[in-house]
Structures are given as C-alpha cells and as structure tokens.
C-alpha cells in the first residue's frame, strides 16, 4: 500500500510539472498564430478554458457512465491504468501541439502571415487560426480527469488506510496529541 502511495505522489508531481510547462509552451505557441479577427480579438491565454470545461464535463460523463460500463463489461479499468492511460493522452497532446508548429511554422514560411500586437509587442505571426489549438487542450482536460482526479482518489483512500491502521494500534491517540495545544 505504501508502494502505490509513494508511486502516486511521484507520477502526480511529475504530471502537474509536465501539464505546467505545456500550458507555457502552448501560450507561446498561441502569441505567433492569429488572434485577430474581423469583430473580435482572442486572448492568447484564454484558449486554457477548453482544458476546464473537458474537465467539468467529464468528471460526471466518466463517473455516472464510462466506468461502470467498463466495469460491466469485465473490463479491468484500475486506478493505475487509468493513470496510464492519462499519461499517454497527455503524450497525444504534446504531439498534437508538434503537428499543429509544423503546420504553423509552414504556413509563415509560405507567406502567410499577420501582424499583429499581442502583450502589447508587435509579431509578426502565421495565419494558421488559434484555434487549431483547442484538441490538444482538450486532450490535457482528459488526461487530468484520467490521472489527477484518479490521483486524488488513490491518496484519499491510502490516508484512510494509514489513519485506519494507526488507530488500531493505538498510535493515531497518541500522534494527534502530539499536535493539541497545549496551553
């Protein structure tokens, strides 16, 4: 139990440091794609809201109807594949972010591109429109909800455990008086 309760932690860390530096690259990347259109500017940032709304969304979708029928299938969908599974959508999405630089990169070599004032600079950027951003945003929110929220659950069940066990051996009274105050 300590095993899985170690591993977590370790793959959670590394996730949440992996999901940050993407969020990064991929705000960079949005700043040379266009954002300006004919009635309306996008924020290069705001493109992150299609991350929370697959996370809302799916959290109940997977909860109230993916797993258990899954689990009626007598498919073996544990807490660890889960998490495997996340891990590799997370891969798909770096990958989707390559493929959509290559297509950007192409399309400003070849001529096409704007200018245009983003965080108050002047680029010259491709006339590949942001939004070709959105599934590799969306593939992030999938694999939170595979790998976070089932992350979540691993550590909350494993400090049951351990506050379960030291209760039955009488070290949990003791741990927690350590911690009263004493005044």
Not at 12 to 28: D, E, G, N, P, R
Not at 125 to 133: D, H, M, P, R, Y
Not at 161 to 180: A, C, H, P, S
Request: charged share 10%; proline share 3%.
């Amino acid at each position: 139990m300590v095993i899985v309760f170690v591993v977590t932690v370790v793959v959670y860390l590394l996730l949440l440091l992996f999901m940050l530096q993407m969020q990064t690259t991929f705000l960079i990347q949005a700043t040379y794609m266009r954002l300006e259109f004919e009635t309306f500017t996008i924020p290069a940032a705001s493109l992150s809201i299609f991350d929370m709304i697959a996370v809302l969304v799916l959290i109940p979708i997977m909860d109230h109807g993916v797993y258990p029928l899954v689990s009626y299938c007598s498919i073996s969908f544990t807490p660890l594949r889960r998490i495997g599974v996340g891990m590799l959508l997370v891969s798909a999405s770096v990958i989707v972010a390559g493929v959509v630089e290559i297509q950007r990169r192409n399309t400003w070599i070849d001529g096409g591109f704007c200018m245009q004032t983003v965080f108050g600079e002047t680029r010259n950027a491709s006339s590949v429109n942001v939004f070709w951003q959105i599934p590799q945003f969306v593939l992030i929110g999938v694999s939170e909800v595979l790998t976070v929220v089932t992350g979540m659950q691993i550590l909350y069940l494993t400090t049951l455990t351990i506050e379960y066990l030291l209760g039955v051996l009488g070290i949990r009274d003791n741990w927690q008086n350590n911690f009263r105050d004493k005044g």
